[in-house]
């Protein structure tokens, strides 16, 4: 399955001040969903981030919230943001049925989310290295349960790459000049 732009939204789920230092990778998974957000910002693809009890766990982390100022913020009660009402209701209304996935904890509130986006028919690829918990292994795990659930795992550069489908518009010089130059190295976390 092929992501395309007119059809995606990227959610970012409970990437949060309070949980940063706790997550294993979490620093990475901030680096890869605000970069994938500029992207999708500048191709006009929506990005909405949830945040689960902020007043405990504080808000979105500021790198992200200055990053991707035109996101649309949610806060949820729910570890599954799509159980949210207004947030299943706006998704539905929005016409975009592809979600590229990530956030914090893999395997409670993304991998819930995810579960319920698949159950409602919504395409769901999890943005592998932007998809984090506090031990490597509860992510290994809820990436190959959301996989059997059928989703799939995708990096940051697939979904650019996918969303900008060609090198001889406008849009991806644009993109790319801004975006898609060398990044600094880090080292890829793909959970297995």
Do not use: N
């Not at 659930?149 to 090198?167: I, Q």
């Amino acid at each position: 399955m092929r992501l395309v732009r007119e059809k995606s939204l990227l959610l970012i789920v409970d990437l949060q001040a309070g949980l940063l230092p706790v997550l294993d990778g979490g620093e990475q998974a901030v680096g890869e969903a605000s970069w994938l957000g500029g992207v999708a910002s500048a191709l006009e693809v929506p990005v909405w981030l949830t945040e689960q009890y902020p007043a405990g766990l504080g808000g979105s982390e500021p790198r992200l919230r200055e990053a991707l100022e035109g996101a649309l913020y949610w806060e949820k009660s729910r570890f599954d943001a799509h159980a949210e009402p207004d947030f299943a209701k706006a998704l539905a209304q929005s016409g975009r049925h592809q979600v590229v996935l990530c956030g914090a904890e893999a395997h409670v509130c993304v991998l819930q989310t995810g579960l319920g986006l698949r159950e409602a028919g919504y395409e769901v690829f999890w943005l592998a290295e932007a998809t984090v918990s506090r031990r490597r292994e509860e992510a290994s795990l809820a990436r190959r349960r959301i996989e059997r659930a059928g989703a799939w795992a995708v990096s940051a550069d697939m979904a650019a790459y996918e969303w900008l489908e060609r090198c001889d518009d406008a849009r991806f010089r644009d993109v790319h000049r801004r975006f898609l130059k060398p990044r600094s190295p880090r080292p890829l976390r793909f959970f297995d």
